[in-house]
């Protein structure tokens, strides 16, 4: 039976702490440590708080995955807002369009073993992450 967990991000802050607790659990039934829960409910968080901020309108999808022996967690969080113009710059330390850290598609990214990222100007922002039980 595949596992699979959908928050749908509809211009509600509180939208991003439901993606939060659905990535908890779902990292917990998996088997995953505290440490490793910890890292895949942050980079939720990022992601959902992404989609909140500068999208309105979005989904964010985590399923279990397995990969030969490997078992693990796969979040893919989906917009329909602007898009990232330059996706390069966006994932540079410090760059942010929002006054914030500018840690949030950069640290996703370091918290988590697998990170892809596919944007269109105007049509929207796909980002996929993986982190796998070690």
Known sequence: MEKIKEANMNSNSEDVVAARQLARKMA????????????????????????????GKGRVVIKAISQSTKKGIEVVAEDKGPGIPDIDLAMQD?????????????????????????????????????????
Not at 37 to 45: D, E, L, M, N, P
Not at 102 to 118: A, C, N, S
């Open 94 to 134: 410090g760059y942010s369009t929002s006054n914030s850290l500018g840690q949030g598609l950069p640290g996703t990214k370091r918290l988590m073993d697998e990170f892809e990222i596919k944007s269109q100007v105007g049509a929207g922002t796909t980002v996929t992450i993986r982190k796998w039980l070690t």
């Open 28 to 55: 917990e039934e998996l088997g995953f440590g505290l440490a490793d829960q910890t890292r895949i409910t942050a980079a939720v968080s990022e992601l959902s708080r992404n989609i909140y901020l500068y999208a």
